[in-house]
């Protein structure tokens, strides 16, 4: 577990927000999908507490939910930032310098794939082609993408997203 996510774990966990969700659920069958999905929608990611509210509420086992956690690329166990940084990696971004936004990335904030700032504020991710191969090399943030980037623009778009709240 990153030093991140560890922080903020040993945070309590409120469990209003994932206890209002089962109460929608508590009568369905087949619910822990969309149970696991309003989750992460009201926290961002799963927090551990509330797999163990899941299973005890719901009257499923903790391994068969962290199955479905496990399989499912759109689960996250760890917080991630309110900024998705997506550094496309694909081989057209590759050959037109990605790995040099990486690194400005990093540089400037401290952080490389998978990780997240202390903030909370960002979560760096390196993608496969993300379908902008003209506009190589891309990134994005979030829903934006921002193409035919150089360092100076990379920073220029870092510099805007860590001036939001
Ligand atoms: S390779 Fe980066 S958008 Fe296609």
């Not at 997240?116 to 979560?123: I, R, V």
């Not at 506009?135 to 921002?146: C, E, G, L, Q």
């Amino acid at each position: 577990m990153s030093e991140v996510a560890e922080k903020v774990q040993e945070q309590e966990v409120d469990l209003t927000g994932a206890n209002q969700v089962i109460d929608k659920y508590l009568d369905m069958h087949g619910a822990l999908m969309p149970v696991l999905q309003e989750i992460q929608e009201v926290y961002g990611y799963i927090p551990e507490p509330t797999v163990h509210l899941v299973a005890e509420r719901l009257n499923v086992y903790t391994s068969q939910i962290y199955g479905v956690l496990t399989f499912y690329a759109q689960f996250h166990l760890e917080p991630r930032g309110k900024y998705i940084v997506r550094v496309c990696m694909g081989t057209a971004c590759h050959v037109k310098g990605a790995g040099r936004i990486a690194d400005t990335l990093k540089e400037r904030l401290g952080i490389g794939h998978a990780e997240t700032t202390e903030d909370l504020k960002f979560t760096a991710e390196y993608v496969a082609c993300i379908g902008a191969c003209g506009m190589a090399p891309v990134i994005m943030v979030n829903d934006a993408t921002y193409g035919s980037l150089s360092v100076q623009k990379m920073d220029d778009v870092i510099q805007k997203y860590m001036k939001m709240d």
